[in-house]
């Protein structure tokens, strides 16, 4: 069997899984969580006076431990407080690599923030998640980069936001691709129930 039909065959059971984005996403976080733990025992093994014992015992060590524990149960818990988890997990890194922002062109918080988005999209959890993206969007991460920059010159404040502007930029033409698809998808589901209301209506006076 070549790579190619194994490709296809994963990519169609990924498609027919309603839960196959929860899966991906769990098992990620806690994959990326157990790789990041790993690296950060052995540069700590590095530093005079710490043993493996105390390196994995560590606060960083442990919360990404947790982190990633949560991943892998998130992934495989068919439950609607999985999915917001998930979310949060994503919109609260966003908001704290912005408070521990240490280079200009540091757009890393805008990557977390959109996958954020990209969830909230796709899980469907109402409208109280699009209200916790948007307040996540104009409240909670321009003060967290206010914050994180705060401890700056203002020098280096003004050479940043470029690269602050470019992220708003994304942020909004994404904004604006998640509300079309959305419009989009209601118009057909629309569609879809007129016709099926009209074929049963049909039916109920043939019979």
């Known amino acids: 069997m070549s790579i190619k039909v194994i490709l296809e065959k994963s990519i169609r059971r990924f498609a027919a899984d309603p839960d196959g984005l929860q899966k991906l996403v769990g098992i990620t976080i ?6 990041v733990g790993v690296l950060n025992i052995l ?13 994995a015992l560590d606060w960083s060590v442990l919360s990404i431990a947790l982190t990633g524990t949560f991943g892998f149960v998130s992934a495989f818990w068919k ?11 994503f919109l609260l ?8 922002v240490n280079t200009g062109g540091n757009l890393s918080s805008g990557i977390f923030l959109i ?31 206010i914050i994180g920059y705060s401890k700056y010159s203002p020098s280096f404040v003004i050479q940043a936001m470029l690269p602050i502007i470019g992220a708003i930029v994304l942020i909004i033409l994404f904004g604006g691709v998640l509300l079309r698809h959305e419009f989009r998808h209601r118009q057909d589901r629309d569609l879809l129930e007129s016709r099926v209301k009209e074929r049963t209506a049909e039916l109920e006076v043939a019979l």
């Open 30 to 35: 806690g994959a990326v969580a157990a790789v």
């Open 43 to 55: 540069t700590y093994l590095q530093l005079p006076g710490y043993s493996l014992l105390k390196a």
């Open 79 to 89: 439950a609607p407080i999985a999915r917001w988890a998930q979310i949060f997990v």
């Open 93 to 100: 890194t966003a908001a704290l690599s912005s408070v521990t």
């Open 115 to 145: 996958f954020g988005l990209i969830l909230i999209n796709e899980y469907g959890l109402g409208r109280l998640s699009m209200w916790i993206g948007a307040i996540f969007i104009v409240l909670i991460n321009p003060a967290a980069l």
